[in-house]
T-cell receptor, first 119, second 115 residues
Framework: AQSVTQPDIHITVSEGASLELRCNYSYGATPYLFWYVQSPGQGLQLLLKYFSGDTLVQGIKGFEAEFKRSQSSFNLRKPSVHWSDAAEYFCAVGAPLMEASGGSYIPTFGRGTSLIVHP | DVKVTQSSRYLVKRTGEKVFLECVQDMDHENMFWYRQDPGLGLRLIYFSYDVKMKEKGDIPEGYSVSREKKERFSLILESASTNQTSMYLC??????????????FGPGTRLTVL
């Protein structure tokens, strides 16, 4: 079974500083990887995803993530954080659901990292 | 624009009550999911459905049931609410496609408090 670890529960950065949120996964095959963001009181929104190809993927809101197979990691980065980036961030790894569902995948979510941005 | 809606943003119920949480998606997605979200525990899958009238247990199905009579609607039922079911409940949907890899579209969530 797959699993996801987000080792940092909270991260605090100053506005304008760079950001890296860590994500490590465990899965036997090439995974599908996702980062989601949840603003306070809201549902989750997809930031970016990796399926195959270029290991550096670009997402919305200026975020990017790099898939490193050798380290089983998919860390999220942003060069300059804005106050509006304060939110909860979830990493997820997808694995096949079941044959009956026609090839759908069911992600396993990490426990989340809460980003605090200081002015 | 893709949309998943949940019937209530906030709900307060008493112990022992039967509770219905409704979720509707307008994207013609085959798959629908119910998660609960608790601080420090992330998202945990309760039930999912990959077709009308089909359902599968997730990681924490105890105390819950689901109903999917129509493709666009997926209901979560708490037969007899208990205080440990106080939580944020998130509904999601996804299409059946290997290329999507299971990308979820989430509703805004229902914060349920059981007194």
């Amino acid at each position: 079974a797959q699993s996801v670890t987000q080792p940092d529960i909270h991260i605090t950065v100053s506005e304008g500083a760079s950001l890296e949120l860590r994500c490590n996964y465990s899965y036997g095959a090439t995974p599908y990887l996702f980062w989601y963001v949840q603003s306070p009181g809201q549902g989750l929104q997809l930031l970016l995803k990796y399926f195959s190809g270029d290991t550096l993927v670009q997402g919305i809101k200026g975020f990017e993530a790099e898939f490193k197979r050798s380290q089983s990691s998919f860390n999220l980065r942003k060069p300059s954080v804005h106050w509006s980036d304060a939110a909860e961030y979830f990493c997820a790894v997808g694995a096949p659901l079941m044959e009956a569902s026609g090839g759908s995948y069911i992600p396993t979510f990490g426990r989340g990292t809460s980003l605090i941005v200081h002015p | 624009d893709v949309k998943v809606t949940q019937s209530s943003r906030y709900l307060v119920k008493r112990t022992g009550e039967k509770v219905f949480l409704e979720c509707v998606q307008d994207m013609d997605h085959e798959n629908m999911f119910w998660y609960r979200q608790d601080p420090g525990l992330g998202l945990r899958l309760i039930y999912f459905s990959y077709d009308v009238k089909m359902k599968e247990k997730g990681d924490i199905p105890e105390g819950y049931s689901v109903s999917r009579e129509k493709k666009e609607r997926f209901s979560l039922i708490l037969e007899s609410a208990s205080t440990n079911q106080t939580s944020m409940y998130l509904c999601a949907s996804s299409q059946v496609s290997g290329t999507s890899g299971g990308e979820r579209f989430f509703g805004p969530g229902t914060r349920l408090t059981v007194l």
